[in-house]
């Protein structure tokens, strides 16, 4: 067995780190070399100690646990910090990231969490450490300790940047609220995956402040994207997806953060990080956004392969679609990039499928089904109702959706792929103002 991680437990109250021995006591990898009961007692024994990773209380009464982590990282650089609060205080997290804070855990938490957080600290600072040797065979011996996904070198793929993409980009994005784009976009996933078994989906709540993703899918997460903002430069593959939660379905899900003050700390490059990360190792990529031309939505749709722009029979919605259409023209994305679904769709509606294809000047691509029942059980039960009741006409019609995206995928990309490199895409966009008018 490899060199252990030495770890430092630093909490006020004597009881707590009792409880953090107990629950680490049967981890053979991770070994406790000190334990502290105040800030300055933190300092010392992390200058005397040298460990890999500290284990910080945030609420301590004579140095909180974010100054400590300060001082501490100042002298000591290499050492990894992970927090702990009672609860999920998203000023606490901001802050703590900033002082240089890896992880988050909120009490009580499970040993799972606990040994997953502090081994995933660990394998980032080795990738970080010069000295490491880059493809250093590690192998993973069957049922070796669960160390090895984390602790194993980065795979062939997740060295793969945005040139090597291998997965299709598709984004969801609403015309306007409420026309039913998250539920098109993770039924529309599942889908996918029910029809091709073999292929890896990733779902991203790119609706980064009020995400519903992970409420439509029933997931529990203890994750989100906002924990790779710490770590972005050392992620690979692997990391990214150690924050995503497995559907029952079998897509993975990388969640919005749990709180909407976190979603400005998920940038434009953070998420072109894991775009390009996720490419690597993914065969779809299905996106959903909040109806909004901000930079980060922005980010989204300029990496998409394609579009799926949804839209109602309402006279708003069509209305937002045109103006959609000629912004994209404006950005210069392809004709074929942005595509039309005419959700909520009802034979009987005034409005028919000719007349806004008349009126809007793009073809409409498939059609999904009014259900109003259907669409609220499924959100209520967190079931997507192309697995409760595939025989539904809006679940065929969401197949369908989901078999024309992955085919038209195919011929568009070998369009699509290279034009881009004679004609790069704005780059450094400053704003949407300087991008559609020439300014920055
Ligand atoms: N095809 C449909 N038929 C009936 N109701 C639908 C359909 N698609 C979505 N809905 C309902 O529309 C509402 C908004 O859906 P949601 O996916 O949250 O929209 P958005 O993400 O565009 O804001 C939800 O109540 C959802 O159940
Ligand atoms: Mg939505």
């Known amino acids: 067995m490899s060199e252990k991680i030495r770890l430092l437990i630093v909490d006020d109250i004597p009881e707590t780190r009792e ?36 284990l910080m209380d945030i609420n301590m009464p004579d140095m909180d646990g974010i100054t400590t982590i300060e001082r501490i990282s100042s002298e000591l650089p290499h050492v990894q910090f992970i927090m702990m609060s009672v609860q999920g205080e998203t000023d606490y997290l901001r802050r ?17 969490e606990l040994c997953s957080s502090i081994r995933r600290v660990y394998a980032l600072a080795e990738r970080q450490r010069p000295a490491a040797p880059p493809t250093a065979p590690v192998q993973a011996q069957d049922g070796a300790a669960t160390v090895a996904p984390f602790l194993s070198p980065a795979s062939p793929e997740s060295a793969v940047e945005s040139d090597g993409r291998r997965a299709k980009l598709i984004c969801a994005f609403g015309s306007k609220g409420g026309v039913g784009t998250s539920t098109l976009l993770v ?19 790119g609706d980064l402040q009020f995400g519903d993703v992970g409420v439509l899918l029933n997931l529990e997460t203890t994750h989100s994207i906002v924990d790779l903002v710490p770590s972005v430069e050392e992620a690979d593959a692997q990391f990214v997806e ?45 996106v959903d956004t909040r109806t909004s031309l901000s930079e980060p939505v922005l980010s989204i749709l300029d990496e998409a392969d394609t579009i799926l722009l949804v839209i109602t029979t309402e006279i708003p919605a069509i209305k937002n679609a045109k103006v959609f259409f000629d912004v994209a023209e404006q950005l210069g994305y392809p004709e074929s ?34 259900d109003i029942r259907l669409a609220r059980n499924a959100v209520n039960q967190g079931i997507p109702f192309v697995s409760s009741h595939p025989r539904a006409q809006i679940s065929q019609d969401i197949f369908r959706v989901a078999s024309l995206l992955s085919s038209q995928q195919v011929e568009q990309k070998k369009e699509d792929v290279a034009p881009s490199k004679s004609q790069p895409k704005p780059k450094g966009r400053p704003s949407l103002f300087g991008r559609l008018f020439g300014g920055s």
Do not use: C, W
């Not at 629950?23 to 890999?52: K, Y």
């Not at 039924?187 to 991203?204: E, G, K, T």
């Open 19 to 54: 409880n953090l021995k107990k629950l680490l006591f049967f981890e053979n990898d991770i070994e406790i070399v000190g334990d502290a009961g105040s800030g300055s007692e933190a300092i010392e024994m992390a200058r005397r100690l040298q460990p890999d990773v500290i």
């Open 96 to 112: 703590s990231m900033l002082a240089g804070a890896r992880e988050f855990l909120v009490k009580p938490f499970t040993a799972e």
């Open 187 to 205: 039924n529309v996933a599942v889908a996918l995956h029910s029809q091709q078994p073999n292929a890896r989906v990733a779902v991203v709540d």
């Open 242 to 286: 150690s924050l995503m939660v497995t559907h029952t379905s079998g897509v993975k899900v990388l969640t919005a953060p749990s709180s909407p003050a976190d979603a400005d700390l998920v940038t434009p490059d953070v998420l072109k990080k894991v775009f390009a990360l996720l490419r690597a190792n993914f065969d779809y990529i299905l």
């Open 337 to 370: 990039k942005v595509q039309l679904a005419l959700n909520k769709y009802n034979p009987r509606d005034s409005i028919g499928v000719e007349a806004i294809q008349g009126s809007i000047r793009h073809p409409v691509l498939a059609t999904v089904a009014e």
